[in-house]
């Protein structure tokens, strides 16, 4: 009844305002699938109802991370010894506040469960290791046994997988995953519910009718039942007045209203389909979700999940702090994957790709000898050990050349060269002679490097320069 619900201030924004409704389970004897959102022959369509919530960042923030785990299920797994050194460079890139406060591993092959202890051994506080695992009394014994803390479950939300996919209803999919959470709660291990597929859910006749449930057994147990928001489809938008299933916003706003999850048990897993895995990860943050679970290099299932790179840039324009973060580990990890693992970097890829921060057209390039902030993003020498670069082509001029010379060489000051220095006007002429002759492609740092030493013999200087 309208008239029974309580009236309470919101410490927050200190308003009066009605408390909450329930939201009990709808439980429908035919799949709602979101048709009108989802027809399968059209491209999806994103409607709006203009329904605005209100932001609610919370003062701590955190990223997750599942490179061992969905990272590893689109590409040959990783050795044992790869996943420690990966793990040592998370645990530098975390910082000391452990900004990256989790790693999820998998449990089914001796070569993780090694990994698992190795990493264990550590003894780092941050990322803490945890699981993933099949809902099975068996595999929670195995949690236990390894000594983790926490585990992640599997729990398909949307009536495609309901349906289609476990052959059940909305009430005997529900009661067989709270007896599956119960049983994990039984041995004392805190589960971490994976919403898979939510933003095809029926959020308000499932998503928060089970989560509300969930809640209630973490009160019983005393034990945190997190809940991770899965965007498996990559669906989710954030465009303000978005209908739900699809609004992002929107379900944060469900999940921590009308569901009574706690920002620090709420996280967001996102995919990049239709490119928005990081700007959808972002709006959790803004709305209301502590964690964001990512990947290294955004590597996972299909077109991948969100960057962990990414969401580190993030947090710093969000909490105008790194927090301690050492970001140029991002680059040894670029180099570690590449070198190492022999994993390939699309060369446009921000912060780690070749080209990232390289500048082509001749007029940017003498902008960039003029003052580097006018073409780079931020001081990328500094936070990624990457200065900003010039590729020399037809169109790099003097100043392309010149600001190549010193950012190669990492030549400053009274060192280094500018556009009118006889070393980079003999660098032109050759590169001109290339052009001229045809050429079509970017000149390689092999070739300049040659022509270079070339030039420098010709002229006889001295060879303490520019090495």
């Not at 890139?93 to 092959?109: A, R, T, V």
């Not at 009718?209 to 991770?228: A, D, G, H």
């Not at 082509?360 to 931020?378: C, P, T, V």
């Not at 045809?438 to 000149?443: F, Y």
Request: include cysteine; charged fraction near 25%.
């Amino acid at each position: 009844m309208e008239e029974s619900r309580k009236v309470i201030l919101n410490p927050q924004n200190n308003l009066l305002q009605l408390e909450e409704h329930l939201y009990p389970l709808v439980d429908v004897t035919r799949p709602n699938t979101f048709r009108n959102l989802f027809p399968y022959d059209e491209i999806p369509k994103i409607a709006f109802n203009d329904r605005i919530v209100p932001h609610h960042f919370p003062e701590k923030i955190w990223i997750t991370d599942t490179t061992f785990r969905d990272g590893q299920q689109s590409r040959a797994p990783y050795t044992t010894e790869q996943i420690v050194t990966i793990f040592d460079y998370l645990h530098r890139l975390g910082g000391p506040k452990g900004i990256i406060k989790q790693s999820e591993f998998f449990l089914y092959s001796k070569k993780d469960r090694d990994a698992v202890y190795k990493c264990m051994e550590k003894g780092y506080e941050f990322p803490e290791v945890t699981s993933w695992i099949r809902a099975s009394k068996k595999d929670f014994e195995l949690v236990k046994e390894i000594g983790l803390k926490e585990t992640g479950i599997l729990v398909s939300c949307s009536d495609y997988h309901i349906f289609y996919k476990m052959k059940m209803t909305r009430r005997e999919v529900m009661n067989h995953y709270l007896s599956v959470v119960r049983e994990c709660l039984e041995t004392g291990i805190a589960p971490r519910c994976h919403l898979e597929d939510i933003t095809r859910s029926d959020i308000h006749g499932f998503v928060i009718p089970f989560c509300l449930e969930l809640m209630k057994l973490s009160e019983e147990y005393k034990i945190p039942v997190k809940i991770r928001a899965c965007d498996t489809m990559g669906y989710g938008v954030n465009f303000p007045g978005a209908v739900i299933p699809r609004s992002v916003q929107g379900i944060i706003y469900g999940l921590t209203t009308h569901a009574g999850v706690p920002s620090e048990m709420l996280e967001w897993h996102g995919h990049n389909d239709f490119y928005k895995a990081v700007s959808n990860s972002t709006t959790a943050w803004l709305y209301g979700a502590c964690g964001i679970n990512t990947s290294l290099f955004g590597i996972g299932e299909r077109t991948g999940n969100t960057p962990l790179e990414a969401m580190v840039f993030e947090y710093a324009q969000l909490k105008g702090t790194l927090d301690g973060m050492d970001t140029t580990v991002i680059t040894e990890l670029a180099e570690y994957f590449t070198k190492e693992i022999g994993y390939h970097i699309p060369p446009r890829t921000p912060f780690v790709g070749k080209n990232f921060n390289v500048t082509r057209a001749g007029i940017h390039a003498d902008g960039l000898l003029k003052n580097e902030e006018i073409y780079n993003i931020f001081d990328t020498g500094k936070f990624l050990n990457r200065p900003a670069l010039v590729s020399v082509s037809n169109t790099s001029g003097l100043a392309g050349i010149a600001h190549w010379i010193n950012s190669y060489f990492k030549l400053k000051g009274n060192d280094a060269v500018d556009k009118s220095s006889p070393v980079v006007v003999k660098v032109k002429e050759w590169v001109d002679k290339e052009y001229d002759e045809g050429r079509v492609t970017v000149i390689t740092d092999e070739e300049l490097i040659q022509i270079i030493n070339d030039v420098k013999s010709e002229m006889s200087i001295g060879e303490n320069k520019f090495q």
